[in-house]
Every structure is written in C-alpha cells, then in structure tokens.
T-cell receptor
Framework: EAQVTQNPRYLITVTGKKLTVTCSQN?????MSWYRQDPGLGLRQIYY???????DKGDVPEGYKVSRKEKRNFPLILESPSPNQTSLYFC?????????FGPGTRLTVL | AQTVTQSQPEMSVQEAETVTLSCTYD???????LFWYKQPPSRQMILVIR??????QNATENRFSVNFQKAAKSFSLKISDSQLGDTAMYFC???????????????FGKGTKLSVKP
C-alpha cells in the first residue's frame, strides 16, 4: 500500500530536549516536505527536499532542521524545542503536483 | 506572493442536501494547480479533488465537483448528496508547479468547518 508514515504520532516533551520526528514514504517520490498546522493559520511549509541531499527552507523554518540521506526518509529535527513549536506536524511527498500526507504528529512542548 | 482565502469559517448542511464551499486565490501565474483537501476529526489530510489551471473543464470526483473560474480566481467546491462522513474541515490550496524549488509548496486557506446534520 502506498503511504507516508510518521513517528511518533503523539509526543509530549520539555523545552530544550532534542527530538526527531521520522517520516518515510514507499512511493519513490523525489519531493518531500514538512508542514505545521496551527489553529486559524492553516498549514505552513517548514522545509522541503527536492531529492537526496537537497533541502531548503519553506515559509517557517526557524527552530527546525531536516536531512535527506535516503530517498524514502525525511526526518524533522528540533534541536531545542520551545513551547511555540507546539503544533500538529505533517510530512508529505509529492508526485506530479499532488501531495500525499502522513497521518500527522501531535507535538506538545512544555 | 500567492494567497488563498476561504471566507466561510463554518457551514452546516442537512444530510442529502448540496453545499458549496467558497475559495478565492490571488496569483499572477497562468499555470498552477488547485486542490481541495478534507481533514476529518482524525486529522488525516485527504485529497478530495484537484484542478489544473490550463484545463477548462471542471474536475469531478463522484459527489464532489468544482466550479473553477480562472478569470475571477475562484475555485468553489460543491458537495452533492451530503453524508454524515463529509463532516470535516475543508482546505482549499494552491500550488505553483513552476516556481523553482517551491514547486511543491502548497499554499493553504484557513479552512471551512463543515457540519453535516442528520
């Protein structure tokens, strides 16, 4: 089954404790991206990757890092999480313009 | 910069009736994609329908259809024979497939919360 997976689905952490949210897709898509969703703001792109070892900032990249060492994986890294990064995060892979979203990760930073 | 506006924060409809959700966008591009995504309470983002700007024919997917008015920059979603399972947040989104590395960046509206009542 073609899908995008994310882990963990829920995470509660404390300020400053480094964390990684994993994302994997099995559709061999080149383009992947991360979004955050906040009430009243919709979804906004954090980072994207056009292919292995090619990443760039989206609209709200501050406080985040990404890497793309393999085509299927695109982890999101929060080196020092802060409460304003409490949000719902989505990973997506893109094929011919259509984005396929993962199930989302609900992150709470205390 | 492209923007997407959904002017109806909330709507409700009776089961089996038809409802139309509005979306307008602003762009100077001539080639782009438009989407409607559904987000049910599970929070999964589900693609409902997609429209390429170069196509004059409005896209249709079963009970879902769009009214794409390119000159007016309008992209409304019509849901026919509404079902309880259609209750969700609906997002309109724009993508410019030709703008360098941002080709995959979806610009979302703020959403319309649709409630289908029995």
């Amino acid at each position: 089954e073609a899908q995008v997976t994310q882990n963990p689905r829920y995470l509660i952490t404390v300020t400053g404790k480094k964390l990684t949210v994993t994302c994997s897709q099995n559709m061999n898509h080149e383009y992947m991206s991360w979004y955050r969703q906040d009430p009243g703001l919709g979804l906004r792109q954090i980072y994207y990757s056009m292919n292995v070892e090619v990443t760039d900032k989206g609209d709200v990249p501050e406080g985040y890092k990404v890497s793309r060492k393999e085509k299927r994986n695109f982890p999101l890294i929060l080196e020092s999480p802060s409460p304003n990064q409490t949000s719902l995060y989505f990973c997506a892979s893109t094929h011919y313009g259509t984005q396929y979203f993962g199930p989302g990760t609900r992150l709470t930073v205390l | 910069a492209q923007t997407v506006t959904q002017s109806q924060p909330e709507m409700s409809v009776q089961e089996a009736e038809t409802v139309t959700l509005s979306c307008t966008y602003d762009t100077s591009e001539s080639n782009y994609y438009l989407f409607w995504y559904k987000q049910p309470p599970s929070r999964q983002m589900i693609l409902v329908i997609r429209q390429e700007a170069y196509k004059q024919q409005n896209a249709t997917e079963n009970r879902f259809s769009v009214n794409f008015q390119k000159a007016a920059k309008s992209f409304s979603l019509k849901i026919s024979d509404s079902q309880l399972g259609d209750t969700a947040m609906y997002f309109c989104a724009f993508m410019n497939p030709n703008y360098g590395g941002s080709q995959g960046n979806l610009i979302f509206g703020k959403g319309t919360k649709l409630s289908v009542k029995p």
